[in-house]
């Protein structure tokens, strides 16, 4: 549940404020504006750099959050404050939201297609399952003074052919640009109050996903850089989109869709480059419960409970969230409005066995199966006593249970920030205590 949250709500209810407003509109940068940066094309420039030192030989490298190491930072071919920045989304926004699902790694992939998504691009097939690296790896990101013969087999290192890098360095380069502070010999001070980071853009439309990049530089009024700056040693894209004689470039010039698609074939495999044993999820899909049209449909919740009884709750409809500019939304409903928590207070012994709904008075039960809800173990709030750096956590466990085994997950990092789950067995009560009629408690002592 929760990788399908981090990954499709994204704009509206519920959202998380920091990544909603960091991509809204597509043009905004940290704190200021009229910079001529943005957070989405640093986020997709990260994705990029931290897979590209990917060797598909030895299975080293990959997209594994190790730019996020201050060595990878260092080295020239990570130039500039983009990583850092990006990082802070990701450690700040994104893993303590999620956790401990969520590896920065996944992060990182998530961000990327936040911004191609959210910025005009197509909807980018999502799986999860990134690890994060322990150490730094190799060096390998290809640089603008690299000759083409090495970029084509730095491209084949990563997994690409010739023709998908073009593709690639393409679809990447649809957004953002160069700073003069990071590449004066490449970029000069622009001298532009609505571009103060003296920022020299790819294409006209350098917030946004759509084939400029590719109608600009075939009919040659191109400004991108790396295509016609000063400086040719350092035109990079000028001799990778050259390099089939401009047939990738024309093809992406003559078809918004025919870019559209390979981008999001292309970003989606860039994404998917991890180490060797990594096993990534399946495509992360929203799935498809109700086929409901109605933004905000009336919904009871039916509750089947363990002595057969049923009870029903209309839930208040709370507000929408949507993804992929607004191709998938959901609807968000409360329990109980007028509890202050939105708590819904249940009869102990009776507990709860399943769920059913009625959707604007169409029953939802799977075919009668319902949707089973576990209430054998509960962490019991009102009796958990909780001390400074101190206490005693109970567990309820209902009687007639007999579990093998009960235990605590305990979230920490390890010193490379990497997020580590340690499970804490609390011992079974020598004599039972009970907690009401149906529940008895498990306790360990905390400090
Ligand atoms: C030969 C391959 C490549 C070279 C030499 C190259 C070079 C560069 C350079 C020099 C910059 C300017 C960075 C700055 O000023 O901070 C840049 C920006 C960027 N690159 Fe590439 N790049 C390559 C491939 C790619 C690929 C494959 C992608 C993504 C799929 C990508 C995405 C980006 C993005 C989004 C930016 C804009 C960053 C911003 O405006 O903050 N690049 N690239």
């Not at 870019?259 to 860039?270: E, G, I």
């Not at 993804?323 to 007028?338: E, H, I, L, R």
């Not at 576990?374 to 009687?399: E, H, M, Y």
């Not at 997950?409 to 499970?423: A, C, F, G, K």
Request: charged fraction near 15%; charge should be negative.
């Amino acid at each position: 549940m929760h990788s399908e949250s981090a990954r499709f709500d994204q704009q509206g209810f519920n959202t998380n404020p920091i990544l909603t407003s960091a991509l809204n509109p597509c043009d905004s940068f940290l704190g200021g504006g009229n910079t001529g940066r943005s957070n989405a094309a640093d986020w997709i420039r990260t994705a990029y750099h931290d897979m590209a030192t990917h060797n598909s030989t030895d299975g080293t490298g990959g997209l594994d959050a190790s730019i996020r190491f201050g060595v990878e930072q260092a080295r020239p071919e990570d130039v500039g404050d983009g990583f850092n920045n990006t990082m802070e989304f990701v450690t700040l926004s994104l893993v303590p939201d999620y956790l401990p699902y969520l590896s920065m790694a996944d992060s990182l992939a998530l961000l990327a297609v936040l911004a191609i998504e959210n910025c005009g691009g197509p909807e980018i097939a999502f799986r999860g399952g990134r690890i994060d690296a322990g150490v730094p790896n190799a060096p390998g990101v290809p640089q603008p003074q690299d000759d083409l013969d090495s970029h084509i087999a730095s491209f084949a290192r990563q997994g690409f052919t010739q023709t998908e890098m073009i593709g690639l360095v393409a679809c990447g380069h649809t957004f953002g640009g160069v700073q003069h502070s990071f590449f004066p010999d490449i970029v000069n001070v622009l001298n532009d109050p609505n571009d103060t980071g003296d920022v020299a853009h790819f294409d006209t439309t350098f917030v946004t996903f759509d084939n400029n990049i590719a109608t600009e530089y075939i009919s040659g009024t191109t400004q991108n850089p790396l295509v016609v700056g000063f400086n040719d040693t350092t035109n990079s894209d000028k001799r990778i989109f050259g390099s089939d004689g401009n047939t990738t470039m024309q093809s992406f010039a003559n078809s918004p869709a025919i870019f559209a698609s390979t981008c999001a074939d292309l970003f989606a495999r860039m994404l998917d480059t991890v180490p060797t044993g990594v096993q990534l999820t399946d495509v992360i899909s929203p799935i498809p419960l109700w086929n409901v049209t109605d933004p905000s449909p009336t919904i009871t919740m039916l509750l089947e409970d363990h002595t057969g009884g049923t009870g029903n709750i209309t839930l208040e409809f709370v507000g929408n969230s949507s993804s992929t500019g607004g191709k998938y939304s959901a609807a968000w409903y409360t329990f109980n409005a007028t509890d202050r928590l939105n708590n819904l207070y249940l009869d102990a012994a009776a507990g709860v066995k399943s769920l059913s709904f009625v959707i604007d008075g169409k029953l939802e039960n799977q075919n009668g199966l319902g949707f089973p809800i576990q209430d054998a173990f509960l962490f019991s709030k009102t009796s958990c006593q909780v001390g400074f750096l101190s206490g005693r956590i109970d567990v309820a466990v209902r009687n007639g249970v007999n579990p093998t085994r009960v235990f605590l997950q305990e979230i920490t990092t390890d010193s490379v920030e990497r997020t580590v789950v340690t499970e804490v067995d609390i011992s079974p009560p020598s004599v039972p205590v009970a907690a009401n009629s149906a529940y008895s408690l498990w306790s360990t002592m905390m400090n």
